[in-house]
């Protein structure tokens, strides 16, 4: 997965995870037996960036205060399927992604619940209806938004912490379509032993994508 954290609008941070079983994002490492009861040592641990970086002195304060409800974080699986997270923090946790039920209102995640927040298959099919002039592109990334509700009317630039996920793989083959800007019908796939039949999945259906906005601010 790639992982890129947003303080009030402003990229603090970036990593790209490798670890099969998934990962952790929390602010330090797991401190006891309890703990990893949550979080196995077979998973990546990705923590919160500092509240340093932010510049504005009110935010950096009000950041730190909802850090103090996130010690525990969330955990975050991916595969051939999909992205799912499991709360364990304190402090409200609402995301946006592709099996949203509604894309209106806030989605706020439960505690303890495992959820299925991006459809890797959804996202192939709707890949290929924009393809048929049928649709728009689809978004391949998931957003976690802490401590306040979203999706809403606020502006993201306006949000204190904001993660942004996506699949490794899928990333990479939206950098490479765009690359071809749709002149070709099929797009050469990269080798990445681990998600090989994900993109059998893509040749299968289209091919040329277009679109990443690489590390960038988050727009008003």
Known sequence: M??????????????????????????????????????PDALEHVRFPSADA???ERQK??????????????????????????????GRVFWSGNTMAYKDRPNKLDREDVVKIFDTNLFFRELQQYYNNQGRFPDSRVMLCFGEEFPDAVPLRCKLILVQVEQLYLRQVVDEAGKSCSSSPMLPMAEEPQHEQGYRIFQDICATRPLFRESQQIAV
């Open 61 to 90: 304060q009000i950041t730190r205060k909802l850090f103090g409800h996130l010690d525990r974080g969330v955990l975050l699986h991916s595969n051939k399927q999909g992205i799912f997270i499991k709360r364990l923090c304190q």
């Open 2 to 39: 790639v992982i890129s954290f947003y303080y009030s609008g402003r990229l603090v941070g970036h990593v790209s995870t490798s670890c099969s079983e998934g990962c952790r994002i929390s602010l330090g490492q797991p401190s006891g037996h309890g703990e990893k009861l949550y979080a």
């Open 54 to 56: 932010i510049q504005n």
